[in-house]
């Protein structure tokens, strides 16, 4: 009937509404704010949500949207990473070899909820860890998470910072936000981080910030990791802290 297809036009009108927003967000949209933004009920919202989370277009994570496995590929930015990586190799190799062969990581945001691996140099001893390329990790736990969420520090300040972090944990207590925060702000101002079995269990890691521009948001990290029973990250701090600023520098 004429007035179906009249519907159809619309509800797919919407939908890329709601996927352009979703793509485009610094951070990731609540429903709610979906339906604000295209001016459509959150019944139709989480409707038209349905419908783009069985194609793989979109997914959610916590109360909030992103960018499902159809788009994440795209979002990588492959001309950046490939300047990127060659800027980092170099740098890896070294940061490899002064950790006495411990595995080394170059991780890229995707977009506020996900970064992903995009170089990787494998550990050169028994029981080391290799992450797998181009698989999309959440930013909540360990050190190269910290290191993307300082993120939003940047760009939210301090009033924004809380506001941030409920959207992209699920259901976070007052105490697990305090303790948030300060690891932010701890990362922040040392520049690296360090993490013991947060991601990966048995794994100990230190991450720093890759920057470049005028903003001190991180577009990349370095993370040096191996096994907790083996590897201790502190006497390795300079040196990782020495490679980011070096891939800084290099793919300026």
């Given at each position: 009937?004429?007035?179906?297809?009249?519907?159809?036009?619309?509800?797919?009108?919407?939908?890329?509404?709601?996927?352009?927003?979703?793509?485009?967000?610094?951070?990731?949209?609540?429903?709610?704010?979906?339906?604000?933004?295209?001016?459509?009920?959150?019944?139709?919202?989480?409707?038209?949500?349905?419908?783009?989370?069985?194609?793989?277009?979109?997914?959610?994570?916590?109360?909030?949207?992103?960018?499902?496995?159809?788009?994440?590929?795209l979002q990588v930015r492959p001309p950046l990473n490939s300047r990127l990586i060659t800027a980092a190799i170099g740098p890896m190799r070294r940061l490899?070899?002064?950790?006495?062969?411990?595995?080394?990581?170059?991780?890229?945001?995707?977009?506020?909820?996900?970064?992903?691996?995009?170089?990787?140099?494998?550990?050169?001893?028994?029981?080391?860890?290799?992450?797998?390329?181009?698989?999309?990790?959440?930013?909540?736990?360990?050190a190269t998470s910290m290191v993307f969420l300082t993120a939003l520090r940047h760009r939210h300040g301090y009033e924004g910072l809380d506001r941030a972090?409920?959207?992209?944990?699920?259901?976070?207590?007052?105490?697990?936000?305090?303790?948030?925060?300060?690891?932010?702000?701890?990362?922040?101002?040392?520049?690296?981080?360090?993490?013991?079995?947060?991601?990966?269990?048995?794994?100990?890691?230190?991450?720093?910030?890759?920057?470049?521009?005028?903003?001190?948001?991180?577009?990349?990290?370095?993370?040096?990791?191996?096994?907790?029973?083996?590897?201790?990250?502190?006497?390795?701090?300079?040196?990782?802290?020495?490679?980011?600023?070096?891939?800084?520098?290099?793919?300026?």
């Amino acid at each position: 009937m004429p007035g179906q297809g009249k519907e159809t036009v619309q509800s797919v009108e919407k939908a890329i509404a709601i996927l352009r927003i979703v793509l485009t967000a610094e951070d990731p949209p609540t429903p709610t704010q979906l339906a604000a933004r295209v001016g459509i009920s959150r019944a139709s919202v989480y409707r038209l949500l349905e419908a783009l989370e069985r194609t793989g277009a979109l997914q959610r994570s916590g109360r909030r949207t992103i960018a499902g496995p159809l788009f994440r590929d795209l979002q990588v930015r492959p001309p950046l990473n490939s300047r990127l990586i060659t800027a980092a190799i170099g740098p890896m190799r070294r940061l490899r070899g002064a950790a006495n062969g411990e595995s080394v990581g170059l991780y890229v945001p995707v977009n506020s909820a996900e970064f992903t691996c995009v170089e990787s140099l494998a550990a050169l001893h028994p029981l080391g860890y290799s992450e797998t390329l181009h698989q999309p990790i959440p930013i909540r736990a360990g050190a190269t998470s910290m290191v993307f969420l300082t993120a939003l520090r940047h760009r939210h300040g301090y009033e924004g910072l809380d506001r941030a972090l409920r959207g992209l944990l699920n259901n976070p207590t007052a105490a697990t936000l305090s303790a948030m925060t300060g690891a932010i702000e701890k990362t922040i101002r040392d520049r690296y981080c360090i993490s013991r079995g947060q991601r990966i269990p048995g794994s100990t890691a230190v991450s720093a910030a890759v920057t470049w521009g005028e903003t001190h948001e991180p577009q990349a990290a370095i993370t040096l990791s191996g096994p907790t029973s083996r590897f201790s990250p502190h006497p390795h701090i300079g040196a990782v802290l020495e490679a980011a600023q070096a891939i800084s520098q290099a793919a300026r």
